[in-house]
């Protein structure tokens, strides 16, 4: 029996790249990786905190708070001495690129993730840590001041509504087609893959399914009979998945045409493909990316993003099913993160209050 792979196709690159990029860094954040894989954390997600350690090193060497010449050459005595008015600058510095601060919020986690590993997890040859000097521990996180109301306001106008969800499935599959008349070459592709980018698009709203989910689905994995999905969740969890009729009829188009379409050998276990240099490929996340955004642009004029789909099914899915439900449906490990994804309207909440009266 083969065995059953563990990483995602783009968990497996994301950790080719994470291996090239430590050779920039010093041997403790070596050390630091051995630490995050053992305790389950993701190929992406390390990566995404190595690009993190890379802006602080960076800006530390231009700042002249480390007189290293390269980040591979920055001491731990540079970590440990570091003030916290230094470290707060680093933050500062970001602010005024204009970053969100959500996303300056990841960075000092990514950050506190690093200083807590050096002065709590590590041993030297004396078996202590290498120092216990955590001035990332001292750094605040910006708090929201975004209200509930006003969030959901915000994200609602970002989503699909009731059926703007099958009309903008309807518009993919019969109207795109009029908006690119004339343009050759994109009419050619759109011919070629229209049952495919259908269905991309129905099972995402009617699964809630992450993009780098979706593009890790083998045939095997997807049982239409069942209308049931096998799925390898963040921290390389099984689970299975459900999902809505109405993609039914979408992914069954889709399949009879996979293998002539996209000249797909019977050993090609990926469910989306695409054609690269005369040979069916992988469909990847970032092309996924790439074609819901053409799609809902030419849509609405607004590009949404494949998290906006998972964000469409989740808010119609949490009007009818509890939080623990939705939890499991999306693959999440705690209620706080479903909630983020219910979203009222004030229609909804005059509803909600008047079915107290009945």
């Not at 060497?61 to 480390?66: A, N, P």
């Not at 050096?118 to 040859?125: A, K």
Request: charged content about 30%.
């Amino acid at each position: 029996m083969a065995k059953r792979e563990r990483l995602t196709r783009q968990q497996r690159l994301h950790k080719n790249n994470v291996e090239e990029k430590l050779k920039s860094f010093p041997r403790y954040i070596e050390e630091y990786k051995d630490d995050m894989f053992s305790g389950n954390v993701s190929p992406s997600t390390l990566l995404g905190y190595l690009h993190d350690f890379e802006k602080f090193f960076l800006w530390l060497i231009v700042e002249g708070i480390s007189d290293a010449k390269n980040i591979k050459d920055i001491p731990l005595s540079t970590l440990e001495k570091l003030k916290l008015s230094e470290a707060n600058g680093f933050f500062t510095h970001l602010k005024d690129l204009e970053l969100q601060d959500e996303t300056i919020n990841r960075k000092k986690s990514s950050l506190k993730s690093l200083f807590k590993f050096l002065t709590e997890r590590t041993e030297d040859d004396e078996g202590e840590c290498y120092f216990y000097r955590n001035v990332m521990a001292k750094v605040k996180m910006t708090k929201k001041t975004e209200t509930l109301d006003a969030r959901a306001k915000r994200i609602s106008e970002k989503i699909l509504h009731g059926e703007e969800i099958i009309d903008f499935i309807n518009f993919v599959a019969d109207e795109y087609a009029t908006t690119i008349a004339g343009q050759k070459q994109k009419t050619v592709y759109y011919k070629r893959d229209r049952e495919r980018d259908v269905a991309i698009i129905a099972l995402l709203l009617a699964s809630g399914l992450r993009v780098s989910e979706l593009a890790n689905l083998s045939v095997p994995s997807v049982n239409l009979k069942m209308r049931k999905l096998s799925v390898l969740r963040k921290g390389s969890k099984e689970s299975t998945v459900p999902f809505r009729k109405f993609a039914v009829p979408f992914l069954e188009d889709y399949k009879q045409i996979r293998e002539t379409r996209y000249k797909a050998p019977e050993s090609e276990k990926y469910f989306f493909l695409t054609i690269y240099q005369g040979a069916a490929q992988p469909l990847s996340v970032r092309a996924i990316q790439q074609l819901i955004m053409k799609y809902t642009e030419a849509y609405r004029d607004e590009k949404l993003s494949p998290h906006k789909m998972r964000h469409t099914f989740a808010t119609e899915y949490a009007q009818k099913n509890s939080v623990y439900d939705l939890m499991r449906q999306l693959g999440h490990s705690s209620t706080e993160t479903s909630t983020l994804y219910i979203n009222s309207t004030d229609e909804q909440a005059i509803r909600a209050i008047d079915s107290l009266d009945e």
